[in-house]
């Protein structure tokens, strides 16, 4: 596998071996080792699907306590994956890198603790998969706007989202008090 860094160091993007054959294909999706290897110490405690349609965007979303590292992919179907740096103190605070990951090119990207995490669908639907390093504690949980002009997102969008009623009501981040931040 390939894994090279993004524009914002800690955040990983890998391309699995794709073993092609006369009857398909066939990938490791995770192999605690050789990620091991790769940068990504996970202890993985949680697996997560979620099937969307097309214009459907989740995020910005953390958790802070219980911070999730989180390993992302697509089954099937096409997103822009972000994610956004708000360890206070980062000196890559508020800034963004995005990837798209697909059920065809199956690339990952490691998303750490510290990192607020969302995505837009860009097929008709999509399936999106990802395995977590804590479990889910909605009360630590909380959102972000994904349109924060502050963050600056570029969505490769041509008409508004659509969110959940949480994502739509998400505060920006210049309004989260410093507290509820990772550091
Ligand atoms: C995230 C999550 C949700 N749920 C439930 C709560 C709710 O009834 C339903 C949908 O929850 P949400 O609206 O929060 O789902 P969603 O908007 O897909 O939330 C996810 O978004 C992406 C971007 C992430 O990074 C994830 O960590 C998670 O926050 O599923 C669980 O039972 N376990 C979980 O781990």
């Known amino acids: 596998m390939n894994v090279t860094p993004t524009t ?3 955040v990983l993007l890998i391309e699995p071996q794709i073993h ?10 995770w192999q605690r080792e050789r ?3 790769a940068g990504i110490d996970a202890d993985f405690v949680q697996d997560n699907q979620s099937f969307s349609a097309r214009g459907i965007l989740r995020g910005l979303h953390i958790q802070n306590p219980h911070g999730q590292g989180k390993l992302v ?16 103190g980062s000196p890559s605070f508020g800034r963004w890198t995005g990837a798209h990951l697909s059920g ?27 395995k977590c390093t804590d479990l889910y504690h909605p009360e630590t949980q909380f959102a972000v706007r994904w349109d924060d002009p502050d963050i600056g997102i570029v969505w490769p969008l041509d008409e508004a989202p659509k969110l959940s009623t949480k ?7 210049r309004d989260i008090p410093a507290e509820r931040l990772p550091s």
């Open 104 to 130: 065809e090119n199956k690339h990952q990207l490691w998303v750490p603790e510290g990192f607020l995490h969302g995505f837009v669908v860009l097929s008709d639907t999509a399936l999106f998969s990802y």
């Open 20 to 29: 092609g054959d006369h009857r398909g294909w066939f990938v490791e999706s």
């Open 35 to 37: 990620y091991r290897e």
């Open 167 to 173: 994502d739509r009501e998400a505060p920006l981040l």
């Open 8 to 10: 914002l160091p800690d």
């Open 73 to 88: 992919q697509v089954i099937q179907g096409e997103v822009f994956d972000v994610a956004v740096d708000v360890r206070r």
